[in-house]
């Protein structure tokens, strides 16, 4: 059955990976995901490197999660790929028996201006796959709550989310979004727009100062609401939390408390987002079990229906 399928009968729990970057981090992911699999996902995500950098780890990385069997949903972007070589490198997902997709433009590598590749934008990704591969392939798209970083408006931006369901999109993971009044008026306003894709809410844990305002800050300007500056101003690690050698000496401490309240209100926004309905929670697994482990059984999400 196709998630989003699944998705409009009950709240889908998922993760999402990355490829490791080196060999022993390769070689720790099975153990990774096995862990993860005790929670019984109904998918596992992998992310896929600008530039197609990270093309063949992705692959390896999706065998892993058939292999502990669940099913493997491969991030694919436009970046730097053309019709050809997106033709191909799809075919050979579906030979490996990967057959569901996230379509993203991707994000632009530093310094470039444009994809580099035949398409601009995330739309013609998916009518070309729909084109290209009739039904094969279940098609995830990217909404971002918060309108993303460069779009004209929000409301262009839900325009853009319409025309990716009308292009044959079949349910959307979102961006993270730390601000939940601005998520209901998201909520509200593709309503209106007529999209009726199953939103899958892609969840942030929040374990690491630094992380978090990377995360917040770097791409996505995603708003940080109070309670989360109070948390990174309760615990900050002086000078700043990027700092290699900080001179706190309650670094350590720090690190670790941080964390714990990080866990517990990366908890009460998965409560949020389950007490509006959302049809599946997507956790950025971060490729740590440990820490995963003690959001999904602290918050319940696969004991309390
Ligand atoms: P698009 O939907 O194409 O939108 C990009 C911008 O262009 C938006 O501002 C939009 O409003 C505008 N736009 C779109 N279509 C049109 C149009 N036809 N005319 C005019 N304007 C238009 N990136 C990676 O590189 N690898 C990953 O693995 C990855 N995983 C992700 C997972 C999730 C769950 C999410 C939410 C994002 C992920 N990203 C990843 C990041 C994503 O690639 C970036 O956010 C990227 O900047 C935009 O991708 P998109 O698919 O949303 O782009």
Redesign the pocket.
């Known amino acids: 059955m196709k998630l989003s399928e699944m998705m409009k009968e009950k709240q889908l729990l998922s993760f999402?990976l990355f490829p490791p970057k080196t060999d022993k981090g390769m070689a720790n992911l099975p153990g990774t995901i096995e862990k993860l699999c005790e929670f019984k996902p109904e998918y596992i995500s992998c992310?896929?490197?600008?530039g197609g950098t990270n093309v063949g780890k992705n692959m390896d990385v999706c065998k892993m999660i058939q292999d502990a069997g669940t099913v493997p949903v491969t991030?694919f972007?436009c970046?730097g790929n053309t019709r050809e070589g997106i033709k191909d490198q799809l075919q050979n997902y579906l030979d490996n028996g990967v057959d569901h997709m996230?379509?993203?433009?991707?994000?632009?590598p530093f310094g470039w201006t444009g994809t580099g590749g035949d398409f601009?934008?995330?739309?013609?990704l998916v009518a070309y796959v729909r084109k290209e591969f009739g039904d094969k392939i279940e098609i995830a798209?990217?909404?971002?709550p918060e309108g993303?970083?460069?779009?004209?408006s929000l409301d262009?931006?839900v325009a853009?989310l319409k025309?990716?369901q009308d292009n044959g999109a079949d349910y959307i993971?979102?961006?993270l979004c730390w601000d939940m009044e601005q998520f209901k008026r998201w909520q509200d306003k593709i309503d209106k727009a007529g999209v009726t894709m199953p939103v899958d809410v892609?969840i942030m844990p929040i374990l690491d100062q630094a992380a978090t305002i990377n995360m917040a800050l770097s791409?996505?300007a995603c708003v940080m609401p109070r309670a989360l500056c109070e948390l990174i101003s309760k615990y900050w690690i002086f000078p700043n939390p990027f700092d290699k050698e900080p001179f706190d000496a309650a670094a350590a401490q720090k690190k670790e408390d941080f964390k714990k309240a990080g866990i517990e209100y990366t908890i009460k926004q998965i409560d949020e987002y389950r007490a509006l309905g959302v049809n599946g929670i997507?956790l950025y697994a971060l490729n740590k079990w440990k820490d995963v482990t003690d959001i999904i059984n602290e918050s319940g999400i696969r004991t309390l229906v």
């Open positions: 999402e992310t896929y490197g600008a991030h972007t970046i996230l379509a993203l433009r991707g994000d632009l601009k934008y995330a739309t013609d798209v990217a909404g971002s993303h970083i460069s779009c004209r262009a931006d853009v025309q990716k993971m979102t961006q892609g791409r996505n997507h």
